[in-house]
């Protein structure tokens, strides 16, 4: 897992940019564990911290699962919201595919991580793909650069621009973002 923590606001602290991580598989003990020091040193409490990491965890195993078999992550705190990123390299998906209702109530037997995300967060949008959602709000990648005082998870990511991190991961296939308010 390459990572690091970035501040990209502009001195008015509107928007922290606190990690930016590509992963695999064996690399999400080590993703919950830092995305987890991120929220924390960013001041998100419990229980909305467990929640948000729970349902960063989900996606990202999601990602790993369904997309390629490896992602990247960025995380940041905008405007009163801890904000973060997974795109992966899978067909996509449109957000009709995530359940209503508890995955195994209605009939279906996938989409638990997904209604789960969905339900602990505050705002979750997926795109991208050629499944994706059409006209979804787009989400911005991260750079690399350091934030003073954020939780050390290690990694060198070097400088990369908002692309950087999504082309990172290559053909990109799907973004989800989520969302919790701090």
């Known amino acids: 897992m390459r990572s ?4 990209l606001s502009a001195g008015d602290g509107a928007e922290e940019w606190l990690l ?10 080590g993703l919950r564990v830092a995305v987890g020091e991120c ?35 960025t995380l940041r705190r905008r405007c009163g919201e801890l904000e973060c990123s997974i795109a992966d390299e899978g067909p996509g998906f449109p ?19 997904l209604w789960l995300a969905r339900l602990v967060t505050d705002r979750l949008v997926i795109r991208g793909g050629a499944m994706g959602a059409a006209g979804s709000p787009a989400v911005n990648g991260a750079s690399a650069a350091g934030t003073e005082g954020a939780p050390d998870v290690g990694g060198a990511a070097g400088a990369a621009g908002a692309t ?7 053909a ?6 989520l969302a919790i308010r701090m």
């Open 4 to 7: 690091e923590h970035c501040d």
């Open 20 to 29: 930016e991580c590509e992963f695999t598989g064996e690399d999400l003990p």
């Open 39 to 73: 929220a924390a040193w960013a001041g998100l409490t419990e229980p909305r911290w467990g929640e948000f990491v729970l349902a960063v965890n989900e996606i990202a195993s999601n990602a790993v699962e369904h997309g390629g078999g490896r992602g990247c992550l």
């Open 95 to 113: 957000e009709s595919v995530v359940p209503e209702l508890l995955p195994g109530l209605d009939g279906a037997h996938t989409g638990r991580g």
């Open 164 to 170: 950087d991190a999504v082309n990172a991961v290559g």
């Open 172 to 177: 990109v296939g799907a973004v989800v973002t």
